[in-house]
C-alpha cells in the first residue's frame, strides 16, 4: 500500500525562507536549508522548494541551494518556479533534484508539458497548480499565484495529465497561510485525475491530514505551519497512524524526541536559525499552512 506523504514546502524568495498569506503577504522567517534539514531529521517524507517570484523575475536560482541540502538530506526533494526549459530541468536534477513542478512555463505553452514528460519521464514533471475559487470553481494562476489564467484549474489540471504529467502539487490560494483547514471540495475534484495529487494550504491540525487522505490526497505539502514547530511532523504521524492512515511512521521513529530533531537540524547554525528554535519552543501553535 502506497504511504500518504508528510511534505515540507520551503517557499523562498532571495534565498529567504518567508511565510505566504494567500500566496502573498512575504515575510522572511529564517534560512531555508537549515528548515529544510530540520524538517527532514523530524520526519518529512519529502520537501518541496518553491522558489515564489522565480517566474516574475525570469531566473532560477535554486539548484545551488538544492545541491547544498542534498549533500545531508536523503528524501525526495522536488522544485518549483522558474522551470522552462530541458535545460533548468536538467540542472535541477544534477543538483539532486528528484522532481520539478512546472506552472507558468505551462500555462504559457502546455506543449513543454509534453516534452518535458517524454524527455525525463512523467514521475519526474509534476505540474504546481495554484488555484483560487471562481465562479462556483477554480481558476488557475500563475507567476507566482498572481496572474488569473481564465482557465478552469481542474480542467487545465486534465489536459496537464494528459500531456504527461505524473502527478499535481496544488495550492488553493483561498487557504494559503490562513488555517482555515485543507480546500477538500478542490481536492475531490482533482483527485478523479489519474496521477497522485499533493494539496497545500490551510493546513491546521493532524486532522486535516487524515481529512486530506480520505478527501483522495495522495500526500500535503505543509509550510508555515512548520516554520515555528517543526517537531509537531512526529505528532502528525503518530495521530495518522492511529487514525489508520498509512503512513511511513515506523514505531521508533514516531518514538524520536522533539528535542533531537530539532538539535540534529537546527544546532550551531545562524542567528536566524538560533531564533526558529527559540520560537519553536516558545510558540508550539504557531501560524499554519
Known amino acids: 500500500m502506497l504511504k500518504f506523504r508528510i511534505i515540507a514546502r520551503c517557499d523562498i524568495r532571495n534565498d529567504r525562507l518567508i511565510r505566504r498569506v494567500r500566496c502573498e503577504g512575504v515575510r522572511p522567517v529564517g534560512d531555508p536549508q537549515t528548515h529544510a534539514t530540520a524538517c527532514a531529521d523530524a520526519g518529512a517524507d519529502e520537501l518541496l522548494f518553491n522558489d515564489c517570484v522565480a517566474s516574475l523575475y525570469g531566473r532560477n536560482g535554486l539548484s545551488d541551494m538544492v545541491d547544498r541540502v542534498t549533500t545531508d538530506v536523503f528524501i525526495p526533494v522536488t522544485v518549483a518556479g522558474g522551470i522552462r526549459t530541458e535545460d533548468d530541468v536538467r540542472m535541477m536534477l544534477n543538483s539532486g533534484a528528484d522532481k520539478i513542478a512546472i506552472n507558468t512555463a505551462a500555462i504559457e505553452n502546455p506543449s513543454v508539458i509534453d516534452r518535458l514528460a517524454t524527455k525525463f519521464g512523467s514521475s519526474t514533471i509534476s505540474l504546481q497548480l495554484d488555484a483560487k475559487r471562481r465562479n462556483g470553481g477554480w481558476e488557475a494562476f500563475c ?132 531564533t526558529l528554535i527559540s520560537s519553536s519552543r516558545e510558540s508550539p501553535t504557531a501560524p499554519a499552512t
Open 143 to 274: 507567476g507566482g499565484a498572481r496572474t488569473e489564467t481564465g482557465r478552469c484549474a481542474v480542467e487545465w489540471a486534465r489536459e496537464a495529465v494528459a500531456r504527461g504529467a505524473g502527478e499535481i502539487v496544488a495550492t488553493s490560494i483561498d487557504h494559503d497561510g490562513r488555517a482555515v483547514g485543507v480546500d477538500v471540495p478542490l481536492l475531490r475534484a482533482l483527485a478523479t485525475l489519474p496521477v497522485p495529487v499533493v494539496i497545500s494550504g490551510g493546513f491546521r491540525a493532524a486532522d486535516d491530514a487524515a481529512h486530506a487522505y480520505h478527501a483522495g490526497a495522495s500526500g500535503i505539502a505543509l509550510s508555515s505551519a512548520l516554520h515555528h514547530n517543526v517537531s509537531q511532523l512526529i505528532s502528525i504521524k503518530q495521530h495518522l497512524a492511529a487514525s489508520g492512515v498509512p503512513v511511513r511512521c515506523e514505531s521508533s521513529f514516531c518514538a524520536y524526541s522533539a528535542t533531537s530533531a530539532l538539535s540534529r537540524g537546527l544546532a550551531g547554525k545562524s542567528a536566524d536559525s538560533e
